[in-house]
């Protein structure tokens, strides 16, 4: 059965691969799982039918039969669990994996999104330069430890898995403010999951939604 996906109709992130559907469309490209994609407007994503699905009115969530889920981490930790090819064999290395999965949602992503919460929803609060530094201190610290662990290794944990591509997904988020470059064996290990042929094909699937809706010149 083909699984259906919901991703944004009009991304905020302009087609950069940055809203979570990436990691879903990213994990099925891996496992070569054919998938559809339904596309769903800020105000659709407020209605019943979108709130059936995911109850917090956001994206993406999975359908596949009677199955539906929310949340990308339990997406991708679902699709990883059901093919081959985003978990190791070896039970070890399988838990630890999915350890890296969790990191990456609860430990790296939280002060990341905490920067743009700064940047774009409290950028003109009284208090919003003094809170600058102190925010990205903490994206900072996090950053590196995670450059510390990784050191020159190609992976979090030996071969690529879904804590790789759950935790590249996240710093991706990190490009645009600069910070990922602070941490050359952070930056590296980022392009070298962008230069997979999935995520490739998962980047221009995203891609053409937002060109396709881009106005016509003239």
Known sequence: MTPTITAFETSPDR???LARDMRVRWSLEEVRQPYEVRLVSFAAMKEPAHLARHPFGQIPTYEEGELVLFESGAIVLHIAQRH???????????????????????TIEPPILDLQNAKFQEGDKPWAAERMPLVLDRIRQRAGQLSERLDDADWLDGAFSAGDLMMIGV???LRPSGLL??????????ARGEARPAFKRAFDAQLAVFT???????
Do not use: H, I, T
């Open 212 to 218: 396709s809706r881009q106005p016509a010149a003239g």
């Open 181 to 190: 470059d602070e941490y050359p064996n952070l930056a590296a290990y980022v």
């Open 84 to 106: 081959a090819g985003l978990l190791p064999d070896d039970a070890n290395a399988r838990a630890r994996a999915v350890a890296w999965m969790f990191a990456a949602v609860n």
């Open 15 to 17: 087609g950069q691969g």
């Open 171 to 173: 710093l991706r988020r």
